[in-house]
């Protein structure tokens, strides 16, 4: 799939901070978010996530580069594809005197979208039982809720989600999980932006990752592991030193780590059984240790943490 | 209609602030009634009878004695080389002494005028509050995943705002200028044109579009409804109330002075200007010169401020990032 629903390219942004010295917060962000699929955008607290994702929207005007969404220059063209979106941009802001229901209506009404719509949305996020109440009375979850439903008011083909699932109970990070692979599986693109690794690690299928305004990582989420190298196999036994003796015998590479025999590039685990059991030593337990996307995640970005609290100068310098 | 217009207009009418102003401005309206509703009383029978019965007491005196005393003081003081005055002037006239009659024209109509203020203020607040709310909710961003360009999502909400601003005035007129009317036709026979106030309506609501459309642009340009008021509060005092003081001639160009003619259909005001004394050559004296604003200049100059400031708004709105 080599359709891109968006393309950043060179995209700068600064703040200004008084008295008058410019913070840049994106540092020239080449960005492709490939079409169809879930795509997570990972990075530190002020990594420039929320910026990056105002700017594909036309609400935040970058300095120089360009974007592209759906094919799309924006914010020039953005009249063309607005309809083909929908995002949650950081906290979910709907009006807070009026109901769940209220907001949706004033929303599809002015998108066009029938009002018949809205209900469905609505259970889609599981909010009908409480889409009377004003927004200002809703719990995080339910406010997150109402926002998302908003998203797929229009059956877009891009999805934007800024930490969708900040504030959800375990059934509603579940929920939105099966929602974000529900709309790739529909063909459609989930652009989302999140801290919560372990959700994302079982939904996303390509990542990108920002650290102080720039790329450290981008591609396919499969080969992203893979780049952290090859599992490994820990195995408790009651003699670790003996047993990794006894492994390293026959060829593999294994150490001592912690109290359990740890074998990197391990041939499978019902040999090293065997080769142990040989030795008369008995596994209390093996485990297939796997590069995870936090491991990964923590190793690109060491070192730059939010950058606020750094100075400027040296942050991705 | 466009759905984005009906959505505006949707979120106005459902605004607790909307109401609100609403209740405001019908109360302060109705309170310009009730005083017409007290000067518009007309004289009672036996209060007229009463000036009747006075009247007769004076002039029995002034026959009796009274016209002499003063003949007598006017000698007096011609003797002491002032000039004399005509006693007839002293003499007892029947219409000093019956009680005023007031009538629509004369009494009714310039009440009206005080409608425009809480009309402006009203209007100017609905606007502005209908846009920084959406700014200080934050649910501006959310909308322009909706709506785009931001001309389409600004020409929506000013024009949803000039719609509230001129309902405004005519809720204002409806209670203001009817209450009025009502009081001069009911307590009195009216005494003039009453179709007049139908007119002052629609002048009202057009003020009332106008003040929220500046209300709307100075939302967009400023995000937050106490720096509008900042602002417009500033604008009185310095430009309205000030800048006259050091340059007259700028009088016709203050909005207090424009909103009068407009709704009044006109406004006089006055700018010290020598003039020339045709018996002195190369003489005169500085004189306060009377002017007017004429209706449709009122009119015309507020619909340009209106424009100029909804444009101002727009730019900004245009360039600014919205988070
Ligand atoms: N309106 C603004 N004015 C000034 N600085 C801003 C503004 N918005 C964001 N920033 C700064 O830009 C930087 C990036 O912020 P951004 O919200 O994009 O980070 P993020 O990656 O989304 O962080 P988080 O994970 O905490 O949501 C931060 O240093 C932040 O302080
Ligand atoms: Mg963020």
């Given at each position: ?74 914010p ?29 209506e004033l ?73 974000m ?7 459609r ?17 390509t ?26 196999l ?34 499978p ?15 209390e ?33 | ?26 109360a ?9 509703w ?46 004399p ?71 929506a909400?000013?024009a ?48 009332g ?51 009068r ?8 005001y ?28 009122g ?9 100029v400031?909804a ?13």
């Amino acid at each position: 799939m080599d359709e891109l629903a968006v393309e950043l390219r060179g995209l700068t942004k600064s703040y200004v901070r008084f008295p008058l010295t410019r913070v840049p917060v994106v540092r020239g962000l080449n960005l492709d978010v490939p079409a169809g699929g879930v795509h997570a955008l990972l990075g530190p607290n002020g990594s420039g996530k929320t910026t990056t994702l105002r700017m594909l929207l036309g609400l935040v005007r970058p300095e120089s580069g360009t974007v592209r969404v759906l094919g799309h220059a924006v914010p020039g063209a953005l009249p063309a594809v607005v309809g083909r979106i929908g995002a949650v941009v950081e906290q979910p802001r709907l009006f807070p005197a009026f109901s769940g229901r209220r907001n949706l209506e004033l929303l599809a009404r002015a998108a066009d979208v029938p009002a018949a719509r809205v209900d469905e949305v609505l259970d889609e996020v599981g909010l009908r039982d409480r889409a009377r109440d004003p927004v200002r009375r809703y719990s995080l979850g339910m406010k997150q809720r109402a926002a998302i439903a908003a998203t797929l008011l229009r059956r877009p083909d891009l999805v934007v989600l800024d930490e969708p699932t900040n504030g959800l109970d375990p059934q509603g990070v579940h929920d939105v999980r099966a929602l974000m692979r529900r709309l790739a599986d529909q063909g459609r693109t989930v652009l989302v932006s999140s801290h919560a690794l372990g959700d994302l690690e079982q939904v996303a299928d390509t990542v990108s990752v920002l650290a102080a305004g720039r790329l450290v990582a981008q591609g396919r989420l499969d080969d992203l592991l893979a780049s952290r190298g090859a599992p490994r196999l820990r195995v408790r036994v009651a003699d670790p030193e003996r047993a990794a003796l006894a492994l390293a015998g026959h060829g593999w590479s294994a150490h001592v780590d912690g109290g359990a025999v740890v074998v990197t590039d391990p041939p499978p685990a019902a040999d090293v059984s065997r080769v142990l059991a040989g030795v008369g030593l008995y596994p209390e337990e093996l485990t297939v240790l796997r590069p995870d996307l936090e491991s990964a995640y923590l190793a690109l970005t060491a070192g730059s943490g939010p950058a606020a609290v750094r100075d400027p100068a040296e942050v991705g310098s | 209609m466009s759905g984005v217009l009906r959505a505006e207009l949707v979120r106005l009418r459902v605004r607790r602030f909307t109401w609100l102003v609403l209740v405001v401005v019908a109360a302060v309206s109705a309170s310009v009634a009730v005083y017409a509703w007290r000067e518009a009383r007309t004289p009672t029978p036996a209060e007229v009878a009463a000036a009747h019965e006075s009247y007769q007491q004076d002039r029995a005196a002034w026959l009796d004695g009274g016209r002499d005393d003063c003949e007598k003081r006017n000698r007096d003081m011609k003797a002491k080389g002032f000039e004399p005055f005509d006693c007839d002037l002293f003499a007892p006239e029947l219409e000093n002494y019956v009680p005023y009659e007031p009538t629509w024209d004369d009494d009714g109509m310039p009440y009206l005028g005080s409608l425009a203020s809480p009309v402006v203020i009203g209007a100017l607040l609905l606007g502005a509050s209908l846009v920084t709310a959406e700014f200080g909710a934050g649910s501006m961003g959310l909308w322009l995943t909706f709506v785009a360009p931001r001309g389409r999502a600004f020409r929506a909400k000013v024009a949803a705002a000039g719609v509230g601003g001129a309902l405004v005035g005519l809720l204002g007129a409806l209670v203001g200028a009817g209450g009025t009317l009502a009081a001069f036709a009911v307590l009195h026979r009216l005494h003039g044109n009453g179709w007049a106030a139908s007119g002052v309506a629609g002048r009202l609501a057009v003020l009332g579009a106008l003040a929220a459309v500046v209300g709307a642009g100075l939302g967009f340009a400023l995000r937050h409804v106490a720096a509008v008021m900042g602002i417009a509060l500033w604008w009185v005092l310095s430009v309205e109330v000030v800048a006259p003081l050091a340059w007259a001639r700028a009088r016709p160009l203050t909005l207090g002075l424009n909103v009068r003619a407009w709704v009044e259909g006109s406004a006089p005001y006055t700018v010290p200007q020598w003039v020339a004394d045709p018996q002195l050559t190369g003489g005169g004296s500085v004189q306060d010169v009377e002017h007017v604003v004429r209706g449709l200049q009122g009119g015309l100059v507020l619909a340009v401020v209106a424009a100029v400031v909804a444009v101002a708004g727009l730019v900004v709105f245009r360039v600014r990032d919205v988070s």
